[in-house]
């Protein structure tokens, strides 16, 4: 089992920042590390991840806003956004999927952090 615990969420107007973080129960290098949000009445959607070769992919609506970063060291994975926009409002989560590492076989997700973002 995997644990993941995500915090830096809260209320922050139109054109500000926020920095998400994601602190995990295991060494973050042994999976693929991700952020993701979930609006409501919409599907849970990919806001950026790591892909297996350490590259990043974040969703084409926030490219340029957002920044992906991992401390191995610290197992934290963070997620810097700014310039928000109220469309942003969601709870965000953190993905560990782990399908790779023969000790793990599965995606693992944090509990959510809700940022709302106001005009």
């Known amino acids: 089992q995997v644990l993941l615990v995500e915090s830096g969420g809260g209320a922050v107007e139109a054109g500000g920042s926020l920095k998400l973080s994601c602190t995990g129960s295991?060494?973050?290098?042994?999976?693929?590390m991700g952020w993701y949000r979930q609006a409501p009445g919409k599907e849970r959607e990919m806001v950026s991840m790591?892909?297996?070769?350490?590259?990043?992919t974040s969703a084409d609506s926030l490219k340029g806003r957002v920044t992906i970063s991992q401390d191995n060291a610290k197992n934290t994975l963070s997620l810097q956004m700014n310039n928000v926009e109220t469309e942003d409002t969601a709870v965000y989560y953190c993905?560990?999927?782990?399908?790779?590492?023969?000790?793990?076989?599965?995606?693992?997700w944090g509990q959510g952090t809700q940022v709302t973002v106001s005009s």
């Open positions: 993905s560990a999927d782990c399908r790779g590492n023969p000790l793990y076989r599965e995606i693992f």
């Open positions: 790591f892909n297996s070769d350490r590259t990043t």
């Open positions: 295991i060494s973050l290098n042994k999976c693929e």
